[in-house]
T-cell receptor, first 113, second 114 residues
Framework: ETGVTQTPRHLVMGMTNKKSLKCEQH?????MYWYKQSAKKPLELMFV???????ENNSVPSRFSPECPNSSHLFLHLHTLQPEDSALYLC????????????FGNGTRLTVT | SQQGEEDPQALSIQEGENATMNCSYK?????LQWYRQNSGRGLVHLIL?????REKHSGRLRVTLDTSKKSSSLLITASRAADTASYFC??????????????FGAGTRLFVKA
């Protein structure tokens, strides 16, 4: 059982849809992250939030819009996605220090049709 | 560019044998971490080794770090079928902006045959 919960586990959406991914951590961590995992590619860091403030946007297209209302919740709002955006989207949290390991959720498997 | 690169990309061994995976990186780091991922699941942190450490143990895991060669290895001893998974190295380093980044490699897929 992970301390980081992601919903939904699976999502199929059309290119004109708007959907949101949700992440919640129950570990009391200060930092939250979105990573994208595509087949045969390394994990790509998308966004980093520390104490609800965005500290990293790794050149992510604007069709991905993150939201962090508090230190326990993180959303990724999706609109007008492309088929190449299909991937496993992983949320993680940590204590926000460089030597703090990341705790991952089980991800949302996104398919864009 | 990719920071950590694992070698080999895939490894198949018999139960009871040892498995060794290697990771190379390009820039200076604060620490190097190893994670495990079962198919369709999230990553699970295994072990962290700091840049001033050379070797670390945790149960059947042994990690080495050679900062002069910018490389690390993960050794799993007496492997079990349940060790079948993908293993990733990740490096963490401070940024000029004052924050830090944790960057992952492409992973090694380990298959342990019963």
């Amino acid at each position: 059982e992970t301390g980081v919960t992601q919903t939904p586990r699976h999502l199929v959406m059309g290119m004109t849809n708007k959907k949101s991914l949700k992440c919640e951590q129950h570990l009391g961590h200060n930092a939250m992250y979105w990573y994208k995992q595509s087949a045969k590619k390394p994990l790509e860091l998308m966004f980093v939030y520390n104490f609800k403030e965005q500290t990293e946007n790794n050149s992510v297209p604007s069709r991905f819009s993150p939201e962090c209302p508090n230190s326990s919740h993180l959303f990724l709002h999706l609109h007008t996605l492309q088929p190449e955006d299909s991937a496993l989207y992983l949320c993680a949290s940590s204590q926000g220090q460089v030597n703090s390991p990341l705790h991952f959720g089980n991800g949302t498997r996104l398919t864009v049709t | 560019s990719q920071q950590g690169e694992e070698d080999p990309q895939a490894l198949s061994i018999q139960e009871g044998e040892n498995a060794t995976m290697n990771c190379s990186y390009k820039t200076s780091i604060n620490n190097l971490q190893w994670y495990r991922q079962n198919s369709g699941r999230g990553l699970v942190h295994l072990i962290l080794i700091r840049s001033n450490e050379r070797e670390k143990h945790s149960g059947r895991l042994r990690v080495t770090l050679d900062t002069s060669k910018k490389s690390s290895s993960l050794l799993i001893t007496a492997s079990r079928a349940a060790d079948t998974a993908s293993y990733f190295c990740a490096t963490a380093r401070f940024l000029n902006t004052g924050g830090f980044k944790t960057i992952f490699g492409a992973g090694t897929r380990l298959f342990v045959k019963a």
